[in-house]
């Protein structure tokens, strides 16, 4: 399997939190978002989400708890054959809801994040930052209980970085748990906010 990139962590998330996940590139950052998205298992440890043992999940057990799960990947993660505003509007796609009742959400959103003039366009002619915003507003759009984001502002301009921290502290303010990993260091002094910071294998957090 080759070395661990994580080895003995132990943290708790506290339902309605905010916290910054940082550390030096191949820390381990992305691993982590991965296993508390259940993209990934432990080779040994435990990890509980929603009060479950993850382990003991059943496929659909699994499928069920990932969707109260935002996640923003680094690369996106896009259907290029879906417009901006279809990418959006997936998640209330995928659990069967009528559009005629989001529709009006998802474009105020997309609307928000400087997207309103592009929902009609698919994800190859969007440059990074329109992909950027359009993953993160599909990951928000259904208020999940959880949101994890990996570089969220990494292909966007600071003032637009600064206003999608805004969207992230919002839905903190409504009820949603929030994991940013940055490096951006700017960003992470704009908010006073506990900090995850992995160091060799280890994590060190600061509240």
Do not use: C
């Not at 309605?16 to 998205?37: E, I, M, N, V, Y």
């Not at 796609?93 to 009609?120: P, T």
């Not at 209980?145 to 839905?171: H, K, M, S």
Request: proline share 4%.
């Amino acid at each position: 399997f080759g070395p661990e990139v994580l080895r003995d962590l132990s943290f708790h998330i506290d339902s309605h939190s905010f916290q910054f996940l940082t550390g030096p590139s191949g820390a381990g950052k992305t691993s982590l978002l991965r296993l508390l998205f259940l993209s990934l298992n432990p080779t040994r440890g435990l990890i509980s989400m929603f009060s479950r043992d993850t382990a003991t999940l059943t496929k659909d057990d699994r499928a069920a708890l990932r969707r109260q799960i935002g996640i923003v990947f680094q690369d996106f993660r896009l259907l290029d054959h879906l417009t901006t505003y279809e990418n959006v509007s997936l998640p209330f796609r995928v659990l069967g809801k009528d559009e005629a009742g989001y529709r009006a959400e998802v474009v105020e959103l997309l609307q928000w994040v400087g997207l309103g003039e592009r929902m009609d366009a698919l994800p190859p002619v969007l440059s990074g930052g329109e992909k950027q915003r359009a993953a993160i507003a599909r990951a928000v759009i259904a208020r999940p209980q959880l949101l994890l984001a990996d570089e969220p502002t990494g292909n966007v301009d600071p003032n637009l970085a600064q206003r999608l921290l805004r969207l992230f502290i919002e839905l903190y303010r409504l009820g949603t748990s929030v994991v940013i990993a940055t490096h951006d260091i700017g960003l992470m002094d704009e908010y006073d906010a506990r900090r995850l910071v992995l160091h060799e294998g280890r994590l060190h957090v600061y509240e």
